[in-house]
Structure formats: structure tokens, C-alpha cells
């Protein structure tokens, strides 16, 4: 069962999913007074106005802002009452905007790169974009029997399964193997492993996204 989809590892495809995410990012601390200051800005209020909305003194509020003195729980609550927010909103730090990158890739159903293999012959799709998040690729399944594979499917991320055509045999390591038609799908831990019989004479027809 030596048939681990290679094309996952193949630079010509630029197809690496990118996760490097830092587990050891440093968090910054939060400034409260900065983090009130950003709440009235927000909703564009003037000292003055959130003065009035919050019932506190308009130099009170000068102080939080400008981390001269803590806010007692009571000031706390006139700040979340006044502002119309809630106690975890004026405590978290806010989520970065996101910028869009505008990507995209169109692939022509004559244009798919074929990876054709013992078992499989794969079709990838949207190989033009490097560090994708997911790699979707439409699949026909030539094996008929769980023999035709040396060793189990695996490799990293999560999968999503769609049969678009034909009836499979879905076989993974801890779960008994289960029969899927038209329509039915699976998703996956796909370090588990994995492999797909045909169950009629005609090869079925996948689609796999890879995340």
C-alpha cells in the first residue's frame, strides 16, 4: 500500500499546505486603558460623550485612558454599561484585521495535472497557488480489492471524501471498513490510514480535500 498521494511532496506543484504556526508566540499584556481607548474610538465618542454615557468624570476617563489609575470593579461596569459592551470584550485583546489577499485559481476541467499511480489516477486542481491551505484533487479509484495496496494510505492533516461517481470501499486503520455510493461522504484524520476499493466495474470517481 505504498500509494501516499507523492504529489503532497512534489514542489512542481507548489502544493505545501502551510502551518507554520508558532506555538510559541508571545502574548502581548493587555493595556486596559489602551483597550478602552480603542472601544471609544470605535464608535467614534468624544471624551466628553463617553463621559456621559459612562457617568463618569470626563478626567476620570482621561486617567483610565492614559493608565494613570486602575478601575475599580464599579468603574468597570460603568465603562461595559456605557460603551454597550460586555465584560470579556473590554478584557481581550481585539482580533487583527484581516486583510484579503484576492487570490484564486481557475482550473479547466482539460487542464487538471494528472498523477496517475497503481491504484489511483488523481487530478489536481488549483495548482497554480503556493501555501494553500487545502489541496483538492478529484480521484479515480482503479484498485478493486484491499490487497492492491502494500501498506495503509497516511500522511498529514485532515481529509474531506465526496464520491461523485460509483460505489467505494472505504477502509481505515481503527474502523471497519464501510461502503460509500454517490453523494456520501467522509472526513477524516488522515495520519489514520486510509485506501478506496472501486465496488463496481466501472472505476468510481472522488473528490478529496486535503487541509
Not at 483538492?136 to 502494500?150: G, I, L, M, N, Q
Not at 461522504?185 to 489514520?192: K, L, V
Amino acid at each position: 500500500m505504498a500509494d501516499t498521494p507523492q504529489f503532497m511532496n512534489e514542489q512542481d506543484y507548489s502544493l505545501h499546505i502551510n502551518r507554520n504556526i508558532s506555538s510559541g508566540a508571545m502574548v502581548e499584556p493587555l493595556k486596559l486603558g489602551e483597550r478602552v481607548k480603542q472601544l471609544r474610538l470605535s464608535q467614534k465618542l468624544t471624551l466628553e460623550e463617553a463621559a456621559q454615557r459612562t457617568g463618569l468624570a470626563r478626567s476620570t476617563l482621561s486617567k483610565i485612558e492614559n493608565e494613570q489609575v486602575s478601575p475599580t470593579f464599579a468603574v468597570v461596569s460603568k465603562l461595559v454599561a456605557g460603551l454597550g459592551i460586555d465584560i470579556p470584550q473590554l478584557f481581550t485583546q481585539p482580533e487583527p484585521e484581516q486583510v484579503g489577499g484576492g487570490r484564486r485559481d481557475i482550473t479547466r476541467a482539460a487542464d487538471a495535472k494528472v498523477h496517475p499511480t497503481k491504484t489511483y489516477e488523481h487530478e489536481l486542481h488549483a495548482t497554480q497557488l503556493s501555501n494553500k491551505k487545502m489541496i483538492p484533487f478529484k480521484t479515480r479509484v482503479h484498485a478493486r480489492s484491499f490487497e492492491e495496496y502494500d501498506q495503509w494510505v497516511r500522511h498529514g492533516g485532515e481529509e474531506f471524501l465526496y464520491v461523485l461517481s460509483g460505489e467505494v470501499m472505504f477502509y481505515t486503520e481503527f474502523y471497519a471498513p464501510v461502503a460509500l455510493k454517490t453523494g456520501d461522504s467522509a472526513y477524516y484524520d488522515c495520519t489514520m490510514g486510509h485506501a478506496l476499493v472501486s465496488l463496481g466495474e466501472v472505476d468510481a470517481e472522488v473528490l478529496w480535500v486535503t487541509a
